[in-house]
């Protein structure tokens, strides 16, 4: 099984270029979870931020690096398939799960960007009072159709690209004041909450939803499941190429979400909500372009984000089964049937980042690249004992306390019901 494998890579020569990889692996990390960052520093303080957004980001290269070097010892190209050498049938089926959950989780946030922006979109165009009775089911029939439509992934990061642009330009124009909030956003829940320094940026802070915060950058990084299938179509791939690739990818995905929640929290400050886009005006003519760019880009992604959810579930459900249209066209209905009811019923944006971020998103981060590294990579090669792997077994602790931790915050939150000025 193992030459199979070596072999099957070996034989594969990929043909993208270093510039490309880099472009395609910056695809994969950027998501939904940008729209929450300004949220994620309102809650936590600019200094408090910036701290953890860079150990989130340095972390996310160590987890590529374990994956990398598992990889090149068994030439296993695919994360499903690390689980498989690893435990075998079990750990094939458990990394397809939460891969499957996490990309679930992906899809039901572009859904709600979709819900929560289009009637907006809708009203601006068609230049509607704010107050119209604009149904959203609107935006769920739209949002059960686009899992049809194709995409193109260089449009929708040059879509993001635009969103950056905008949200620093906004910052220079925009006053942060009751009345400006009020009018421009009809936000009355976060001013009737807000204090005197509600316009005052602060360097930390600790509430009830700093629990999200965490979850919500781990959100915004996953990009593991697709790290392997970059580096097999890498041309002349190797370990330290496709390191390479993966830090100034993630040196430029960080860039632009530090970016954005430093300028997005220092337009509204505390009374930044959980989707950044809903604090602007309805009838900016720039943040209307901005919302069909965003919207544009999430209707383009969420295909990208179906193809691997019906794959584990063929492979799941039907792993012996020749391909058929009726199963292929029945699966993605009721995958998208059941996602469109998952964002109907949960109120709030946030909730989605934290659930995955604390679930999925560290399971694909910490725990699951560092198992591998232990169980696959031989004792002959490193011992158990040795510094590396004694590094991975520390970095899988720590996966599992931040799992933990996170989902009993985020429990405690949701169970206590308690609601700052921020992101409601």
Same mark, same amino acid.
């Given at each position: 099984?193992?030459?199979?494998?070596?072999?099957?890579?070996?034989?594969?020569?990929?043909?993208?270029?270093?510039?490309?990889?880099?472009?395609?692996?910056?695809?994969?990390?950027?998501?939904?979870?940008?729209?929450?960052?300004?949220?994620?520093?309102?809650?936590?303080?600019?200094?408090?931020?910036?701290? !953890?957004?860079?150990? &989130?980001?340095?972390?996310?290269?160590?987890?590529?690096?374990? !994956?990398?070097?598992?990889?090149?010892?068994?030439?296993?190209?695919?994360?499903?398939?690390?689980?498989?050498?690893?435990?075998?049938?079990?750990?094939?089926?458990?990394?397809?799960?939460?891969?499957?959950?996490?990309?679930?989780?992906?899809?039901?946030?572009?859904?709600?960007?979709?819900?929560?922006?289009?009637?907006?979109?809708?009203?601006?165009?068609?230049?509607?009072?704010?107050?119209?009775?604009?149904?959203?089911?609107?935006?769920? +029939?739209?949002?059960?159709?686009?899992?049809?439509?194709?995409?193109?992934?260089?449009?929708?990061?040059?879509?993001?690209?635009?969103?950056?642009?905008?949200?620093?330009?906004?910052?220079?124009?925009?006053?942060?004041?009751?009345?400006?909030?009020?009018?421009?956003?009809?936000?009355?829940?976060? +001013?009737?909450?807000?204090?005197?320094?509600?316009?005052?940026?602060?360097?930390?802070? &600790?509430?009830?939803?700093?629990?999200?915060?965490?979850?919500?950058?781990?959100?915004?990084?996953?990009?593991?499941?697709?790290?392997?299938?970059?580096?097999?179509?890498?041309?002349?791939?190797?370990?330290?190429?496709?390191?390479?690739?993966?830090?100034?990818?993630?040196?430029?995905?960080?860039?632009?979400?530090?970016?954005?929640?430093?300028?997005?929290?220092?337009?509204?400050?505390?009374?930044?909500?959980?989707?950044?886009?809903?604090?602007?005006?309805?009838?900016?003519?720039?943040?209307?372009?901005?919302?069909?760019?965003?919207?544009?880009?999430?209707?383009?992604?969420?295909?990208?984000?179906?193809?691997?959810?019906?794959?584990?579930?063929?492979?799941?459900?039907?792993?012996?089964?020749?391909?058929?249209?009726?199963?292929?066209?029945?699966?993605?209905?009721?995958?998208?049937?059941?996602?469109?009811?998952?964002?109907?019923?949960?109120?709030?944006?946030?909730?989605?980042?934290?659930?995955?971020?604390?679930?999925?998103?560290?399971?694909?981060?910490?725990?699951?690249?560092?198992?591998?590294?232990?169980?696959?990579?031989?004792?002959?090669?490193?011992?158990?004992?040795?510094?590396?792997?004694?590094?991975?077994?520390?970095?899988?602790?720590?996966?599992?306390?931040?799992?933990?931790?996170?989902?009993?915050?985020?429990?405690?939150?949701?169970?206590?019901?308690?609601?700052?000025?921020?992101?409601?």
């Amino acid at each position: 099984c193992k030459n199979t494998y070596i072999c099957c890579s070996c034989l594969f020569e990929g043909k993208t270029s270093f510039q490309m990889s880099i472009f395609n692996l910056s695809n994969a990390i950027m998501g939904s979870g940008i729209l929450g960052l300004a949220y994620a520093m309102a809650n936590t303080g600019i200094i408090l931020f910036v701290i !953890l957004l860079i150990l &989130i980001a340095l972390l996310s290269a160590y987890s590529i690096h374990l !994956l990398l070097k598992t990889a090149g010892v068994v030439g296993i190209r695919a994360y499903e398939q690390l689980g498989y050498r690893a435990f075998g049938p079990p750990g094939k089926i458990l990394a397809a799960c939460i891969i499957t959950l996490h990309n679930i989780g992906a899809m039901s946030s572009y859904l709600f960007i979709v819900k929560i922006e289009l009637p907006y979109i809708i009203q601006g165009l068609m230049e509607l009072p704010e107050n119209s009775t604009m149904n959203m089911h609107l935006s769920y +029939i739209h949002a059960f159709i686009l899992g049809y439509l194709g995409y193109t992934s260089g449009f929708s990061l040059s879509c993001m690209v635009f969103f950056l642009i905008s949200v620093i330009y906004k910052k220079f124009v925009t006053e942060c004041s009751l009345e400006h909030s009020y009018n421009e956003t009809g936000v009355t829940e976060s +001013i009737n909450n807000s204090t005197d320094d509600t316009c005052e940026a602060k360097f930390v802070t &600790i509430n009830p939803q700093t629990a999200f915060t965490i979850p919500i950058m781990a959100f915004a990084f996953v990009c593991h499941p697709e790290v392997l299938p970059i580096y097999t179509e890498l041309k002349t791939p190797n370990k330290t190429r496709m390191q390479n690739v993966a830090n100034i990818s993630i040196l430029a995905m960080f860039v632009m979400y530090l970016l954005t929640a430093i300028f997005g929290y220092l337009t509204f400050y505390g009374n930044v909500k959980s989707e950044l886009l809903e604090m602007y005006s309805k009838k900016d003519t720039l943040m209307l372009c901005v919302r069909l760019a965003v919207l544009i880009a999430v209707t383009l992604t969420v295909p990208v984000v179906l193809f691997p959810i019906r794959r584990a579930v063929l492979q799941l459900l039907f792993p012996d089964k020749p391909f058929h249209w009726v199963r292929h066209i029945s699966i993605a209905v009721c995958l998208l049937f059941l996602v469109n009811l998952l964002v109907i019923f949960v109120p709030n944006i946030r909730d989605i980042f934290g659930f995955i971020g604390a679930t999925s998103a560290p399971s694909l981060i910490f725990i699951l690249p560092g198992i591998f590294y232990i169980c696959i990579v031989p004792e002959e090669q490193e011992p158990l004992k040795s510094r590396p792997k004694i590094q991975a077994l520390v970095f899988v602790t720590l996966g599992f306390i931040f799992m933990i931790m996170s989902i009993t915050f985020i429990m405690i939150e949701w169970v206590t019901g308690k609601k700052t000025s921020g992101g409601h």
